[in-house]
């Protein structure tokens, strides 16, 4: 089965896009999202990755959103060097709301990141986004942050699931341990994942590594096998891992290519 892994970095801070083809070559991953890490502007070398292996990569950019040209630069990167979204913090739709307006109209994917369920502005902002641009493509990283200290029944993370309504957003099962409080497989995030399985699943949720970064938590290979723990069946895995993922990059099949799909 061809795997797609929604969320790996490449460059400067985090070497050459080689090493994280080795890496796939070594665990079967056919494709993956390169999504710009944080605090770079200039996605030059994100955009060399796709130029030398076009039917492997979706590059995600990032845009200074201080600069008042922000929308036109993240035009240039998505229409005039065919990016294929940008990486947006989830408090920016507040004070620059004509970037996200500009993602949508370039029909470009918003990597969104840094939501916080507890902040209640975010999420109604949020809604209102989706509710105004329907044909908006969207991810939430990293579980939408969902807090393993929350007690049950999970009101707080409830807000997130509460935003699957809007068909065009995908919730990105990826960064387990950025909130929990337990080891490698990270069950405390069980309860969680069940409810992303209930609202987003099984056709609106998407796995990412978070390569080369995880590695001080896990493994590459982890990354993946943790996947087998959450309780799926083959076809729900199947989706997560490939179909899913076409959907959100590849509609049109453009890359993947129809036999593959």
Not at 91 to 106: E, I, T
Not at 111 to 133: H, T, W, Y
Request: hydrophobic share 40%; aromatic share 10%.
């Amino acid at each position: 089965m061809p795997l797609i892994d929604n969320h790996i970095h490449a460059g400067d801070k985090y070497g050459p896009v080689e090493n994280a083809i080795e890496k796939m070559d070594d665990l079967g991953i056919t494709h993956a999202v390169i999504v710009q890490h944080m605090g770079q502007y200039n996605n030059t070398y994100l955009a060399q990755c796709l130029e030398r292996y076009p039917d492997r990569f979706w590059i995600v950019a990032m845009v200074d959103l201080a600069l008042p040209d922000a929308p036109k630069t993240l035009r240039k990167w998505l229409k005039d060097e065919r990016l294929h979204g940008v990486r947006l913090p989830a408090m920016s739709l507040s004070r620059r709301p004509d970037v996200w307006d500009m993602a949508v109209k370039c029909r470009g994917v918003i990597s969104v990141m840094g939501l916080q369920p507890r902040d209640l502005g975010q999420i109604e902002r949020l809604k209102v986004f989706l509710e105004a641009n329907p044909r908006a493509r969207m991810k939430i990283e990293h579980i939408g942050h969902a807090d393993p200290s929350e007690p049950p029944p999970y009101v707080t993370y409830q807000r997130v699931m509460e935003l699957a309504g809007h068909k065009g957003l995908y919730l990105q099962l990826s960064a387990p341990y950025t909130h929990s409080k337990k080891p490698y497989p990270y069950d405390d995030m069980l309860p969680f994942l069940e409810m992303a399985k209930k609202h987003f699943g099984p056709y609106r949720l998407v796995w990412g590594s978070g390569y080369p970064p995880i590695e001080m938590y896990m493994t590459y290979a982890q990354s993946l096998e943790w996947v087998d723990t959450l309780g799926l069946t083959d076809f729900q895995k199947q989706a997560i891992l490939w179909d899913n993922a076409v959907r959100l990059w590849d509609p049109r099949k453009k890359k993947v290519g129809k036999e593959e799909a």
